[in-house]
């Protein structure tokens, strides 16, 4: 499927019993292609970058899961389909991976509001992070989902910048409690200039 696809439809999901088949292979696949689609920041925050073949992955693999049929699709592909990069952003799920449950929620306890404190800054420029709106991602009580999802919307200057070899592009928090930031390594890079028209 080629990069520039932006939204699933239901003649690019395979039948169950053909994504039985192949299964094992595809998923051995999608491992690869996200490796360069990932990055930790700062001691509990993945950011794992979404495209079209990372969300049809995740449609049939519910699909296998759930074996819902016909009847479960239109319900993935309204979930997953906005979280398909549509030429100009990058789209990522954001998970804050803690393994004890009450460091988990103390630490997320602190984080409310975080969705909107998400950026992207290429050669010193920001790119600010837009939550997904789908709900709310923060509790009444100021504690923050685990799992987000945020927009990272480019101006055609900043993914020109984006795609320069020699662009830093760093990632982070402008969090008071979570203020982490990471480089993306030219890999990286490489991988997620494939989103952009």
Request: aromatic content about 8%; glycine content about 6%.
């Amino acid at each position: 499927m080629p990069a520039a696809a932006k939204q699933i439809t239901h003649a690019d999901i395979l039948p169950l019993p053909d994504y039985v088949k192949i299964r094992p292979e595809r998923r051995r696949a999608i491992v690869a292609l996200k490796k360069n689609r990932r990055i930790e920041v700062g001691p509990h925050a993945t950011f794992y970058f979404e495209n079209f073949e990372t969300m049809l992955s995740q449609v049939q693999e519910m699909l296998y899961i759930e074996k819902g049929g016909d009847a479960q699709i239109e319900d993935e592909l309204s979930a997953y389909n906005p979280l398909i990069p549509k030429g100009n952003e990058l789209v990522a799920t954001v998970m804050f991976e803690i393994d004890d449950e009450i460091r988990r929620r103390r630490i997320l306890g602190k984080l409310g509001g975080i969705e909107h404190q998400m950026f992207i800054k290429v050669d010193g420029e920001t790119v600010k992070g837009v939550a997904e709106d789908d709900l709310d991602r923060t509790t009444a009580d100021g504690k923050a989902s685990s799992v987000q999802f945020v927009h990272f919307p480019f101006t055609e200057a900043q993914i020109a910048a984006f795609r320069k070899p020699e662009a830093e592009v760093v990632i982070g928090f402008s969090h008071v409690e979570y203020p982490h930031l990471s480089v993306l390594p030219p890999a990286m890079r490489d991988s997620l200039a494939q989103d952009f028209d």
